[in-house]
């Protein structure tokens, strides 16, 4: 089972580039990486998801060294409404269980305008 | 565009009340999950329901149990609040593949 390490916060300031590292040294070689966003009072949504290399959307990119031990969630030129907890969850592409799926505790990430 | 709903966003009850939270979704997935929410302690699964009236305990099940007679529902039901469950219980769906799990709003729930 894949154990994730995230900071607990990081501080921004408007248009910079944030990056948030997720620690998984245990990571299977059938596991994936996932990205969710939380805003106050709703619920995770996703945001990237990547198995090696570097995936890109139009929100933000996802880099996993070929070792894939860690992830960094890259986004662009951040925003105030960028603020938001950020989670990162280790888990196969498609399981009939959910035993295998492990959250991070999340990453307070505060953009300051 | 996919939905879950869960059927409170607030509730307050008493210790020893019996609670159900509903969880309803719209996009004909297979996997659904409970999940409950505290300061500093990121997401911890309860419960997870891979088809119909079929359930996995998850990480802290003690004091809560799940019923899942039709797909699209999923209930949490803790059989005796107390007020160590007060927390922020999230809902979520997936269909099998892709892991994208879609969450509800969330229900705040305050046990006195």
């Known amino acids: 089972l894949a154990k994730t390490t995230q900071p607990i916060s990081m501080d921004s300031y408007e248009g910079q580039e944030v990056n948030i590292t997720c620690s998984h040294n245990?990571?299977?070689?059938?596991?994936?990486i996932t990205w969710y966003q939380q805003f106050p009072s709703q619920g995770p949504r996703f945001i990237i998801q990547?198995?090696?290399t570097k995936v890109t959307n139009e929100v933000a990119s996802l880099f996993i060294p070929a070792d894939r031990k860690s992830s960094t969630l890259s986004l662009p030129r951040v925003s105030l409404s960028d603020t938001a907890v950020y989670y990162c969850l280790v888990g196969p592409f498609s399981s009939g269980s959910a035993r295998q799926l492990t959250f991070g505790s999340g990453t307070q990430l505060t953009v300051l305008p | 565009d996919v939905k879950v709903t869960q059927s409170s966003r607030y509730l307050v009850k008493r210790t020893g009340e019996k609670v159900f939270l509903e969880c309803v979704q719209d996009m004909d997935h297979e996997n659904m999950f409970w999940y409950r929410q505290d300061p500093g302690l990121g997401l911890r699964l309860i419960y997870f329901s891979y088809d119909v009236k079929m359930k996995e305990k998850g990480d802290i099940p003690e004091g809560y149990s799940v019923s899942r007679e039709k797909k699209e529902r999923f209930s949490l039901i803790l059989e005796s609040a107390s007020t160590n469950q007060t927390s922020m219980y999230l809902c979520?769906?997936?269909?099998?593949?892709?892991?994208?799990?879609?969450f509800g709003p969330g229900t705040r729930l305050l046990v006195l």
């Open positions: 245990n990571i299977a070689t059938n596991d994936y």
């Open positions: 979520a769906s997936r269909s099998v593949g892709p892991e994208t799990q879609y």
């Open positions: 990547g198995y090696k």
